[in-house]
């Protein structure tokens, strides 16, 4: 699994395809996860090299199975042609990059084809933090409300304004400054930490990440409850930050509180990484540590808010390969709303100074 040094060119891994067997999805429903991903160039031919490196290109090739339906988190990663050789391009982060590419290595693996082709470039720390300084709102101890399903916690009749790779809306909630963001192409892993970074530096007092997590607790059934908390494992340490929810979530009926666990990908949650977890961790996704981490540097207030989607260790009916079934989006609705009701309930709370008075 671990993926190793590929000759000749200095920094290029090559990514090792994981063992479906060991998977903590089942081999069907790991697979769909990988079809829905896959650049459609990948799904139809064959290739001599496939190599992932750190770009945000929309003028190469864009995959057909990029998501509809949705304002945001709708882009794929894009495909670049060179004879008999692919370039991918994901957009840069250490964590996306290599997610990406184990996902092509594994799907070429199950479907039968050689995986050893597909290798990756770790993007530069340098290139990585200008992918985001195009990113520039005017922000002056706003609470920023970042991720999914802001379509449906935004105000109705607000006006979305776009910029490269993102829109905003800015609103009054309770009397404070709101300003929702929401990105068209993923912020997988270290780039959600980045984007916490960029808006401190334009004068963010708080950001709200709401997104999905993955629970390690058996029996927490997906689309039924909502998880939040203030401390991650990242990369081996405990991180924790200044919580803008306090104990207020957890207080609500529906709203399961725990410790966290970051992973780079979906890919390495196998059941040998579960059961190393499960007894001390209650959730895991990719970006809540690196932007815990990010807030507690610049010393901003950071919290999430999630809707519980998979359980890694109880098999239900919904899980990540059928996000898009009309149940699990029914389900989903109420859960936004109650996230919508506990971030108003939150801010009226709260006086404004006491929620900016971090900076």
């Known amino acids: 699994m671990t993926p190793l040094l590929a000759d000749p060119t200095p920094g290029l891994l090559r990514a090792a395809p994981i063992e479906p067997a060991g998977h903590t999805m089942t081999h069907a429903r790991l697979l769909r996860y990988l079809e829905i991903k896959v650049h459609h160039l990948i799904q139809d031919q064959d290739w001599d090299s496939i190599r992932v490196i750190g770009g945000y290109d929309r003028t190469a090739v864009v995959s057909r199975y990029e998501k509809t339906g949705k304002l945001f988190n709708i882009e794929r990663p894009t495909a670049e042609v060179h004879g008999r050789d692919l370039v991918v391009k994901a957009f840069p982060g250490a964590d996306y990059v290599q997610h990406y590419a184990l996902i092509i290595a594994t799907y070429l693996a199950m ?93 963010a007092g708080d950001v709200v990440y709401v997104g999905k997590v993955g629970s390690l607790t058996p029996g927490v059934e997906p689309n039924a409850w909502l998880a939040t908390g203030n401390t991650s494992l990242v990369r081996g340490a405990m991180v924790s930050w200044d919580d803008f929810f306090g104990d207020y979530a957890a207080a609500h009926d529906g709203v399961r509180s725990g410790l966290h666990v970051s992973s780079p990908s979906i890919l390495l949650e196998n059941r040998d990484w579960l059961a190393q977890h499960t007894a001390s961790y209650s959730f895991v996704d990719p970006e809540i540590g690196p932007m815990g981490a990010a807030a507690r540097q610049a010393g901003i207030r950071f919290g999430y808010l999630h809707v519980i989607s998979n359980n890694l260790a109880t098999h239900y009916p919904a899980d990540l390969s059928n996000e898009r079934h009309s149940d699990v989006l029914r389900r989903r609705a109420v859960l936004v709303d109650r996230i919508r009701t506990i971030i108003t309930g939150r801010l009226t709370a709260s006086p404004t100074h006491t929620l900016g008075e971090s900076r």
């Open 111 to 203: 479907t039968g084809r050689p995986a050893d082709t597909v290798t990756f470039q770790p993007p530069e720390q340098e290139e990585c933090r200008t992918a985001l300084n195009s990113l520039d709102l005017e922000l002056d101890g706003d609470l920023v409300i970042v991720g999914w399903g802001l379509q449906y916690l935004a105000p109705e009749n607000g006006v979305w304004t776009r910029g490269s790779g993102y829109a905003w809306l800015r609103a009054e909630v309770a009397g404070r400054r709101v300003v929702y963001l929401g990105f068209l192409h993923s912020i997988w892993g270290d780039v959600a930490g980045r984007v916490v970074a960029r808006l401190a530096e334009l004068g």
